[in-house]
Structures are given as C-alpha cells and as structure tokens.
C-alpha cells in the first residue's frame, strides 16, 4: 500500500457512493497523507486535545500507520452556507453525504488492507464523543495535522493546500506505509501576521474568539441546525467559521 493506491481507492469510494461522474457532488479532489503510528506528536495530543485522547496503538495494538483524507467541499457549497445565520440546506446535506463518504472510504481501505493481511481500525467521521465532554477521544483533523496534511486556524479547523471547508476521515492500521512529509509552513494568516480574523468575525454565538474557543455555547449552535433542519440523520452543523475566509477553499499564498 502507498500513498497513490490510498488515493485510488479514495476515488473509487466517491464513485461508488455517488456515481461516476461527481460534478454535482459536494466535494472537489481529495486529499491524502499517512502518519507513523509512533509519532511522537501523537503523545502530545494528550495535553492538546484531552489526556483521554487516544494513541494508534489504543485502537490497534498492531498500528504501524495512520491513513489520513480530507474531503473537502466544493464553492458552491462553501459560499451557499455564507448568507444565514443558521446553516444552509446545502452545508447540511453535504454533512451527512459526507459522514457517509467516509464511511464508505474507510471501509474499502479496511478491505484492501485486509486481502492483503493487515489489520485495521477505523473511527467514526463524528458522533464519536460525549456531549458532557465535547471532546472525541480520537481527533481526525489532529492526527490529519501530524501526516502533513495541513495546519491549524486560530478558528480550531486544519488548513489543507485545499482549504479548510471540507471534513476530515482517518483510519488505523498494521501496514507499514511511507509516512507523508510534514508541512514546514504556517497557512492562517492570523498566526503569521496578525492579518485576517476572520473565522472569529464570523462566529454567530461568539463561541469563537481570538483567545478563546467555548465548545459548549458552539454545540448548541449546532443543535440548534440539527433542529431546524430535521433531516433524516443528524446534522449538527454549522460552519461558519468555514466559509468567505482566504483560506476556505485553498492555503492563502498558494
């Protein structure tokens, strides 16, 4: 398995769940990375995200690798979830395909690695935390951040070379896999220069500031889409700290 074959079966995943032609899908080109079981920096989310954050080797005793993706939306639906305060039908919509898509991912990538005698594990894309909490003990975007995959925004979200406004899958496994390089070069422009701020501007509950970041009074917000929107799965969106930044659809400068 490498990195060429991971996205492979990624496109082949997409395919299979929406149909071969995704123009009217809700994401553009996916975009993959692989971690080392045994970075180090996965010790450190112990003090970043929670001391009951999980190692690879807590979900896989066998974990040699760590496969990560990011799905990430396209304009239309990024700019559609500008206008309201509430969530737009579209960002909603994309959620749920998109926790759906990962799964399908996920799946297929277990199954490869299977007929050819790994083991792996695999994590929900979401709803994998307690709401007492509000904290997984398994962040995507965080083990994302370690295979290089992005950096992250004073808004808590990870800035690909495709922006920010996506979701984010990874999956655990005892294949050894060349790990990605990782990224030497800071994309929110707020942690470079000072500049932008957006994404805080935005933030409809005022959860979101520059020193500060309120969980709880954000997954309200995102209850109260759920309600609002009542699909027939949850989506407890919101992603206004996503959408109209320099760095939503792509790294600034690149």
């Known amino acids: 398995m490498n990195i060429n074959k991971i996205t492979e079966i990624i496109a082949i995943a997409l395919n299979d769940y929406w149909g071969e032609d995704r123009g009217d899908s809700p994401w553009r080109e996916p975009l993959a990375a692989v971690a080392e079981a045994h970075d180090p920096l996965f010790h450190e989310l112990k003090k970043v995200v929670s001391p009951t954050h999980f190692l690879p080797m807590d979900l896989l005793p066998d974990a040699r690798s760590v496969i990560c993706f990011f799905l990430p939306f396209t304009k239309e639906v990024s700019e559609g979830n500008r206008k309201e305060r509430l969530a737009s039908t579209g ?32 994590v929900p894309a979401t709803h994998n935390f307690l709401p007492e909490k509000c904290i997984s003990d398994w962040s995507h975007r965080h083990a994302a951040y370690i295979a290089g995959l992005g950096t992250f925004g004073i808004n808590n979200m990870l800035i690909t070379s495709s922006g920010c406004a996506g979701r984010f899958g990874s999956l ?12 030497e070069k800071e994309y929110c422009l707020y942690k470079v220069n000072g500049t932008c701020g957006v994404c805080v501007k935005q933030c409809p509950t005022g959860a979101l500031t520059f020193k ?16 609002y929107h009542n699909m027939e799965e949850e989506a407890d969106v919101c992603g206004k700290c996503l959408v109209g930044l320099p760095c939503s659809l792509k790294a600034p400068g690149i």
């Open 91 to 122: 960002w909603a919509r994309a959620y749920i395909d998109t926790n759906r898509a990962i799964a399908k991912i996920s799946g297929m990538l277990a199954d490869e690695l299977k007929e050819n005698g790994h083991e792996s594990a695999t």
């Open 172 to 183: 655990i496994t005892s294949c050894k896999i060349e790990p990605s390089k990782k990224l």
């Open 212 to 227: 500060s970041f309120d969980r709880f009074r954000c997954y309200d917000m995102l209850l109260e889409n759920d309600r």
